[in-house]
């Protein structure tokens, strides 16, 4: 009985002794207490795992990268997105054309899609005002060509914001030249900038940018060297992914990669871009532009709803799924095709790809690649 007596009066010094120790503490040490530290501490441990997450280079341009985006940020802030320069369109191509300036539309939606509270900065710097000289524009745009202005830069200034935000990777142009597409028709017909090419893209025979010897930033080119895997696309082919291409030594630098080369398949045709095209349509314009196919190809199996396959039509977008035909012709070039459920309905309006399910595939490919 003594001898239990001892532990239990053991024990409840123990814990006394404990208890006193902990109360006596300044509140400072008490942190794990505290709702906000936790919190830091669960942040700072993420980050940390993002840290040490695969070195992944995207390429494109559109609201499939800054897609694609959204989900690879879950994974690894190692991210670089490489972003076509060639918009002339809407607010991108007034500020093109009025102040000299690179279009900072795309970039400025993949630097929202990389910032880690994305849902708050996208409400602020889309927001778009609707009257005035300012019409059309949107917040981020403006504070791209503020930020341009104040470094005399360009890509200074996408920099600078990529710091400012602490986005999780970084968002570069392809280039700072200001480059221009051109295209001839198959009946020989010549068309020039991104709106022209994209009325005509199904009928192309063959597409270029002026001028030629436009070069890849530097940074381009590093991301490259120390990448892990590079996607190509989600987005539209003539006007978002082929652009990025078309830099010769960018064209160079995917043929020498190490590293596999994934296209991700877009969900639906483009009305008059891509209209008519297959898959495979798409993976020649890549493989010829390239001069090497791409080791992956990930393509949509899910179901597309009845009601959107309709609504898609009447626009003249039709869905893109592969046959087995156009899988044995892909994969008779060396690229091994990857089904998956790579499609959702946004907003109950929209078709996207499924962020999360192309990041896992992409994910899974680097570690396989690892272990070869």
Known sequence: MSFILWILTFITAFLLGGALVYFAAPRRRRLWKRPAERHRIMSNALEYRLSLGPRVVAIGGGTGLSTLLGGLKGFT???????????????????????????????????????????????????????????????????????????????RAVEELNKLLAIRGQVLPVTTDNVTLKGETADGRLVSGELEISDNGSRLAKLWIEPADAEALTGVKRAFSEAEIIVLGPGSLFTSVLPNLLLSDMAKLLRESKVPIVYIANLMTQPRETEGMNIVAHVDWITGILGTVPDYVLANQSAIPAEFLSRYSKIGAEPLYLSAKEENYLESLGTTVVYGDYCEIKNGKYLRHNAQNLSETIMELVRENRKS
């Open 77 to 155: 802030r190692n991210i670089t997105a490489v972003v076509a320069v060639t918009d002339e369109g809407g607010s991108s191509g007034r500020l093109r054309q009025e102040w000299g300036m690179l279009p900072p539309g795309d970039i400025r939606n993949c630097i929202v899609a990389l910032a880690e509270n994305d849902s708050s900065l996208n409400s602020l710097l889309n927001f778009r005002f609707d009257r005035g000289e300012l019409k059309g524009h949107s917040l981020g745009t403006l504070i791209l060509l503020a930020t341009t202005e104040m470094m005399g830069d360009f890509q």
